[in-house]
């Protein structure tokens, strides 16, 4: 009987352990400052944002709306913020929300990415 408890007194033990140790995945949308039409195809844009966010740890999807002028980005709230996000988008050259592009990675776009 003694030996029946322990083991279910382990076994609670790791389902909840395992519950708190799922990850928590968010989606949010950021408005940013896209210039060109082809942005998606773009060999500077297109790629940057794409590889550059999914470098992010945690990121792990990246949808860009050239014409509504957002970056939708899944990301685990366990491994990153949304303030990181936000910087590392700044640091590829793009506005993000209230955070500006910073202005070294901005001027390494290519002129079509600029305003």
Request: hydrophobic content about 40%; proline content about 0%; overall charge positive.
């Amino acid at each position: 009987m003694k030996l029946l408890k322990t083991v279910l007194f382990v076994f609670a033990m790791f389902l909840s352990a395992n519950a708190f140790a799922q990850k928590k995945v968010e989606t949010t949308v950021i408005k940013t400052a896209i210039y060109c039409d082809h942005c998606k195809q773009c060999e500077s844009c297109g790629d940057r944002l794409n590889v550059g966010l999914l470098k992010t740890k945690g990121v792990q999807m990246v949808v860009l709306d050239e014409k509504a002028m957002t970056i939708t980005v899944t990301y685990n709230t366990k491994k990153t913020d949304l303030a990181t996000i936000k910087t590392a988008i700044s640091k590829l050259g793009y506005d993000a929300d209230d955070i500006k592009a910073d202005e070294v990675a901005y001027d390494s776009l290519d002129g079509c990415c600029k305003k």
